[in-house]
């Protein structure tokens, strides 16, 4: 089903080479045709769930042409660019339970133990696997990454101190939580306190000089299985339904992030330079008051905005001067493309802009 062919991969590459030799693996694999996805804004998770699990796996490699009921506009790519941003969001609903923040100062995340109130909960996750390896295969970014753990258990690789520091330095500095510890430890489900033993009889071995070592590390590995094993498993294989996991072997925990959400600083003079203009200059009084207003931040390919993608392959941003005063400006997120009417005033485009971006949903229509 998988084509492998391709150049020698050695893991000391860059990583725009390995994301090179990933997108060509990709592009070698994908189907003829396209696969339609359907879906309300109110109920999105629903919805998705449903149609993602009711494809085989293969066809979610297929080009995707997602429709939101009720709303107009044709998909060149920008409606599954939103469909892909608006689900991984919704993955957070608490209602599902499924995923919890990885720590008090850390909101990337991580599988939640308590998933298992949800009698269909290793479903869910299945389907979560495969919608995240879509996103993968299909270029697309999503709203809220996991913890580098979570990436190093997508990547097989084992788990040490440091990643529980890098969730929670405060909670996770076993190091100087001292000796008077046994090879036990407490966890709290649903108000519901149980105990688990690191090894066998381990609530009557105590932690020594001599055994620490063997504690860090028992400790650090239930810190992340912790009674979530079936779930991990339900991800990593519908993950491997539609990616296979060999695919990543190569990347570190910190490349697949950036592959997943992209980069999230934004460089207003790489935005500005790598902006075209139609009908307006870079000198028009709009313009001038556009870039003064942009604020904020999005998601980023790796190499900024130079590398944005459109419809048809690398499509720069573009300004074009469209419409009349009274009229809104209007995204076209497939092309990158905003028209921006020629505003009299700063405030009279900031207030536009605020009334598109704040009030009406859907901005980008195409």
């Excluded at 999503?142 to 529980?164: A, E, H, Q, V, W």
Aim: hydrophobic content about 35%; aromatic content about 14%.
């Amino acid at each position: 089903m998988f084509h492998t062919k391709g150049p020698q991969i050695a893991y000391e590459r860059s990583f725009r080479w390995k994301l090179a030799h990933f997108r060509y693996l990709c592009q070698s694999n994908a189907l003829a045709s396209h696969v339609k996805i359907t879906v309300s804004r109110q109920t999105l998770f629903e919805d998705s769930f449903q149609q993602i699990m009711n494809f085989k796996p293969y066809d979610l490699r297929r080009r995707l042409y997602v429709i939101f009921r009720g709303e107009e506009g044709l998909d060149y790519g920008g409606l599954a660019r939103e469909w892909f941003f608006l689900l991984s969001h919704e993955v957070l609903n608490p209602m599902y339970c499924l995923f919890e923040y990885a720590g008090k100062n850390n909101y990337c995340l991580q599988i939640n133990p308590a998933s298992t109130i949800n009698p269909d909960h290793l479903t869910y996750f299945c389907c979560i696997g495969r919608f995240i390896a879509m996103a993968l295969f299909h270029g697309k970014f999503i709203d809220t990454g996991f913890s580098l753990p979570f990436y190093k258990r997508m990547l097989n690789k084992k788990l040490i101190l440091k990643d529980l520091e890098s969730i929670d330095p405060e909670d996770n500095n076993i190091e100087e939580c001292g000796l008077e510890m046994f090879f036990s430890v407490d966890m709290e489900i649903l108000g519901k306190l149980s105990s688990h033993d690191l090894k066998e009889d381990g609530a009557n071995i105590a932690v020594t000089e001599e055994n620490k070592e063997e504690y860090i590390g028992l400790m650090a590995e239930w810190r992340f299985s912790r009674g979530v094993e079936s779930q991990t498993k339900a991800f990593l294989d519908g993950f491997n339904e539609v990616v296979p996991l060999q695919w990543l072997q190569y990347f570190d925990e910190k490349e697949l992030e950036v592959m997943l959400c992209g980069m999230q600083e934004v460089d207003l003079q790489d935005w500005q330079r790598n902006t075209v203009y139609r009908h307006y200059t870079r000198n028009s009084k709009q313009i001038i008051w556009f870039w003064q207003f942009v604020t904020g931040t999005c998601r980023l390919p790796l190499g900024g905005f130079s590398e944005l993608m459109g419809s048809n392959g690398p499509q720069k941003f573009c300004i074009e001067k469209v419409g009349k005063e009274t009229w809104l400006p209007r995204s076209h997120t497939c092309f990158n493309r905003l028209d921006l009417p020629p505003y009299k005033s700063f405030e009279q485009l900031k207030e536009k802009l605020l009334f598109a971006i704040e009030e009406t949903e859907g901005f980008g229509q195409e």
